[in-house]
């Protein structure tokens, strides 16, 4: 099994490591840079004309590392295919909503609308899967399963839409998603390990290997940025992978810097409409701390701490 997870790890990072510079050198070449936010902070500015859509570079990497590997070592699983797939397929929504980005030099892509109309169908293809799969339709609280039925898959709408926008509200500053949900799957990868799941555990162990070689580029300052591809496409796998471990809760632990930095957004703007002031200097909430003078690298780490604990903490409770 160390085998696995070692080729898993390995090959993953250097699919990535290798062509993560040749699509840098063709962003440059084309001058298809990151756009900045005109309304945003000021010093971010600088940041315009950054490279962009390395999720291209890690989904392929993590997508390929994710089927050939566990296929290889007989490890091959209906669920390990699922979250290929649903990497992909929200990784697509992402690709397009960054070429419109790109190729129009514009901040704005997809119309919410449309991006969210697409989520729900990749969360129904997931959730039809799910079913075929003869996953149970249930959710556990306090140890004790609820059967749903079909509601569950309006559950499973919510999940994959829900944490596939968080991941994407995340990725704000440089190397903040990439760290993160390298320590997300990561945790996952031992729990899978735990329920005898390998094809599971050594698809997470490829975001993993991937998502460290990116962050080689991608950590301030950043050479490149993931884009929609890869944010979109990492939410929608964390939360594909959570249902498929079947402890979903466990995701808003293993995930709090997701659910938080969401959270704000959400009691920002809910109270922005009532009182017509801000709570907040900034969100999502990693901007508040940038306006309160911490640099990014002081972000990230305090950050990924705070998540690695927090998941840490949670696996062991699960486990």
Known sequence: MILQIITSFVISLLLTV???P????YDRKRKLGQVTWEEGLEWHAKKSGTPTMGGLIFNFAIFITGIIVPLIFHQLTGAAVMLAVTLLLYGFIGFWDDAIKLFEKKNRGLWAWQKALLQVILALLFAFGYWHAGFPLSITILGQPIQLGILYVL???????????????????????????AIAFALYACLAYYQDQFGIMLFCVAVVGALIGFLIFNHN????FMGDMGSLA??????????????????????????IETATVVIQVTYYHRTGKRLFKMTPIHHQFEMDGWNEWKI??????????VG????????
Do not use: C, E, M, Y
Request: glycine fraction near 10%; proline fraction near 2%; aromatic fraction near 12%.
């Open 22 to 25: 040749v699509l840098i050198r």
């Open 155 to 181: 559950f499973i709408i919510f999940w994959l839409v829900g944490f596939s926008n968080a991941v994407n509200l995340t990725d704000g500053i440089d190397g903040l998603v990439a760290g993160q949900a």
């Open 300 to 309: 990230d780490t305090v950050f990924w701490l705070v998540g690695a604990v």
């Open 18 to 20: 290798v062509f993560v």
């Open 221 to 224: 300052p950043a050479k490149i």
């Open 234 to 259: 990492l939410g929608g796998a964390l939360a594909a992978v959570s249902l498929l471990l079947q402890h979903p809760f466990s995701l808003l632990f293993i995930g709090i810097i997701f659910v």
């Open 312 to 319: 840490a903490i949670t696996l062991v409770v699960i486990i």
